[in-house]
């Protein structure tokens, strides 16, 4: 299949400073690239689709000034965590979708620990 | 509303077989996904059907009933390594995907 790079995999950060997520597709192009957060023992939850070179869908309640979502390129799209808090604290994971495809591969994802 | 069911936790033995079922309400349907996540990792892609009934790919197989809003995964031959948790995903007229709770599957000797 093809391949998603998350990076990076872990990170702590101080509360009230910014973390950078990348989500690169490897082999193919992604037209279409989600975002999702989960918590522990908890389903994924979608925060946001984004179509390369347009705006972010944000889901109900995911605030698009806090996370920041970038995707510029059909193989690289970005999650900023602006001024994060410990409540953002969570397993944060994307995927990517090649245009036409139904099937959409994941990142290795990245825990993001806010001290 | 959109909406998938799945079992929250299950146990089985080593070299046997078990079912998971999912059933499923999604807003027009485009198919229906099974995932498998270890603890701590993203998940990972195990099966799709789109048409009904049964596609199977080595130990593990997937059905699928749409008239009933229905799937399951079966694992056979069970190995201590599929311990994990197995994540349903129906996908809607938009292409999105509706993700169940997911149900933890505990393999015991």
């Known amino acids: 299949g093809a391949v998603v790079s998350q990076h990076p995999s872990r990170v702590i950060c101080k509360s009230g400073t910014s973390v950078k997520i990348e989500c690169r597709s490897l082999?193919?192009?992604?037209?279409?690239m989600f975002w999702y957060r989960q918590f522990p023992k908890q389903s994924l939850m979608l925060m946001a689709t984004?179509?390369?070179?347009?705006?972010?869908?944000?889901e109900q309640g995911v605030e698009k000034d806090k996370f920041l979502i970038n995707h510029a390129s059909l193989t690289l799209s970005t999650l900023t965590v602006t001024s994060a808090h410990p409540e953002d604290s969570s397993f944060y994971i994307c995927?990517?979708?090649?245009?036409?495809?139904?099937?959409?591969?994941f990142g290795q994802g990245t825990r993001l620990t806010v001290v | 509303g959109q909406n998938i069911d799945q079992p929250t936790e299950m146990t089985a033995t080593e070299g046997a077989i078990v079912q998971i079922n999912c059933t499923y309400q999604?807003?027009?349907?485009?198919?229906l996904f099974w995932y498998q996540q270890h603890a701590g990792e993203a998940p990972t892609f195990l099966s799709y059907?789109?048409l009904d009934g049964l596609e199977e790919k080595g130990r593990f197989s997937s059905f699928l009933s749409r008239s009933k809003g229905y799937s399951y995964l079966l694992l056979k031959e069970l190995q201590m390594k599929d311990s994990a948790s197995y994540l349903c995903?129906?996908?809607?007229?938009?292409?999105?995907?509706?993700w169940g709770a997911g149900t933890k599957l505990i393999i015991k000797p």
């Open positions: 995927s990517a979708r090649g245009t036409g495809e139904t099937e959409a591969f």
């Open positions: 082999d193919f192009q992604a037209t279409t």
């Open positions: 984004s179509n390369e070179g347009s705006k972010a869908t944000y």
């Open positions: 999604t807003s027009g349907f485009n198919g």
């Open positions: 059907n789109v």
């Open positions: 995903a129906g996908m809607d007229s938009n292409y999105q995907l509706i």
